[in-house]
């Protein structure tokens, strides 16, 4: 079964803009992961954010979690054309080497 | 970093016929393994979790005779798809957690895409 919905599905803006995505699950959590996937490749971590952190930061990604809420969100800043890809959250419910439940994933075009 | 490679990266075989991909860890151990499929658009769901030595854990209405897993060394695990027909075509992925970016992060293959015709 999917724990995760990320929202929107589609997401097409401009090189140069932010883009914001959005992740709520279902179930308590003990980690929120962000992936990301190129077109017919395999996925790459992105950035991993534990229940009792708020806010991460890597490079151009900023993502935040509200256990409150049961959603996350991940900012891309002055997107390129590179970052164009499928993006998904996933959570894990337990701790190490416990299993990924992912999101049906946004799909991001970034136009140059 | 951690890589995860897979074998074959695509593979087109005939209806009936059985299919072996593999998943290994270059650089690292792993213990366990998980193998996911991906159709087209859709997101990963979780088949099964691959364990050294022992026997695999196969999520919810995932065929265990069809899907044959053995993960027979610490950098090895296979996927056997067994008696293939058109509906199994698909995307196949495996992931192994790796220490590198700590004991929660997974490093994923590149994935076998898979034809049955």
């Known amino acids: 079964s999917q724990q995760g919905e990320e929202d929107p599905q589609a997401l097409s803006i401009q090189e140069g803009e932010n883009a914001t995505m959005n992740c709520s699950y279902k179930?308590?959590?003990?980690?929120l992961q962000w992936y990301r996937q190129n077109s017919g490749r395999g996925l790459v971590h992105l950035i991993l954010i534990r229940s009792n952190e708020r806010e991460k930061h890597s490079g151009r990604l900023r993502v935040t979690l509200d256990t409150s809420k049961k959603s996350s969100s991940l900012l891309i800043t002055a997107s390129r054309a590179a970052d164009t890809a499928s993006y998904f959250c996933?959570?894990?419910?337990?701790?190490?080497?416990?299993?990924?439940?992912f999101g049906k994933g946004i799909t991001l075009s970034v136009r140059p | 970093g951690a890589v995860v490679s897979q074998h074959p990266s695509w593979v087109i075989c005939k209806s009936g016929t059985s299919v072996k991909i593999e998943c290994r860890s270059l650089d690292f151990q792993a213990t366990t393994m998980f193998w996911y499929r991906q159709f087209p658009k859709q997101s990963l769901m979780l088949m099964a979790t691959?364990?050294?030595?022992?026997?695999?854990?196969?999520e919810q209405g995932v065929e265990k005779d069809k899907f044959l897993i053995n993960h027979a060394s610490l950098t090895l695990s296979t996927l056997t798809v067994t008696s293939a027909h058109p509906e199994d075509s698909s995307f196949y992925i495996c992931s192994a957690p790796g220490l590198a970016g700590g004991p929660d992060t997974q490093y994923f293959g590149p994935g076998t895409r898979l034809t049955v015709l």
């Open positions: 996933a959570t894990s419910s337990t701790g190490a080497n416990s299993k990924l439940t």
């Open positions: 691959s364990n050294e030595g022992s026997k695999a854990t196969y």
């Open positions: 179930t308590s959590i003990n980690n």
